[in-house]
């Protein structure tokens, strides 16, 4: 059966999730999570991409990450994965695959999901039930985005940005968002149009999205929204 084609977007945030295969750990020792992370920056650099939010789990990655144009998410993710997977298998003796096929992905509508992604996105270790507060975890861009640690590897989206006229407002404006979950129906959708590739959004979004790549997505559900500038590739 042929692998499922899928769109990328220049200037339109991507939810990633890439797993372990079988679910197995990916990260052995923090100079594994260490390792990642510079080689997510250096690619994210190379490719323009920004990333906004990040968390690494044991056995997963989340990522939120603007591309600049449409073929910067790929060659970001095969970038890191060309030095990860050697790395791993050379430090641990291993062989074989590390990922469980490709990374899932899906286009995220800034104005209604952006800041819900970043919530479900650093609220991962919480849900996980290893730590009790986000700040807890080292792995996560949390600290960056709600402290104000120094993160070099990350880049603002405009609606972070927006939270405050001053870094302290925006960090305080953030902190507040965690006060409340992430809602089941929200999870819900986030999880499920990243499993699928499928856009989330309003039907707005979606109907841009479809015109572009000429095919339909599916059953929609929501408001219309604003439209947006759209470069896709497919691959």
Not at 6 to 32: A, L, M, T
Not at 73 to 82: E, K, T
Not at 109 to 136: F, G, K, T
Not at 166 to 192: G, H, M, P, W
């Amino acid at each position: 059966m042929p692998r499922k084609r899928r769109f990328y977007v220049g200037g339109i945030p991507v939810h990633i999730i890439q797993r372990g295969n079988n679910r197995q750990p990916i990260f052995f020792d923090e100079s594994d999570d260490r390792y990642y992370l510079s080689r997510l920056k250096e690619a994210a650099e190379k490719y323009g991409c920004a990333i906004h939010a990040y968390v690494l789990m044991t056995n997963h990655v989340h990522l939120l990450v603007t591309a600049e144009d449409e073929f910067g998410v790929s060659r970001m993710m095969q970038s890191v994965g060309r030095y990860y997977v050697p790395y791993i298998n050379q430090t641990y003796g291993r062989t074989g695959t590390l990922w469980e096929g490709r990374f899932k992905s899906s286009l995220i509508d800034s104005a209604e999901y952006l800041l819900a992604c970043h919530r479900y996105i650093e609220l991962n270790p919480v849900r996980a039930l290893m730590v009790e507060q986000p700040e807890e975890y080292v792995w996560s861009s949390y600290a960056a985005n709600g402290l104000g640690k120094v993160d070099g590897m990350l880049k603002r989206h405009e609606l972070y940005v927006a939270l405050g006229d001053t870094v302290a407002e925006r960090q305080q404006a953030y902190r507040e968002l965690f006060k409340t979950c992430v809602d089941d129906e929200q999870v819900k959708k986030i999880r499920s149009s990243c499993q699928t590739g499928t856009p989330l959004g309003n039907d707005r979004f979606r109907e841009l999205i479809e015109e572009v790549v000429r095919r339909n997505l599916g059953n929609k559900k929501g408001s219309q929204g604003e439209p947006f500038k759209i470069v896709v590739s497919l691959n």
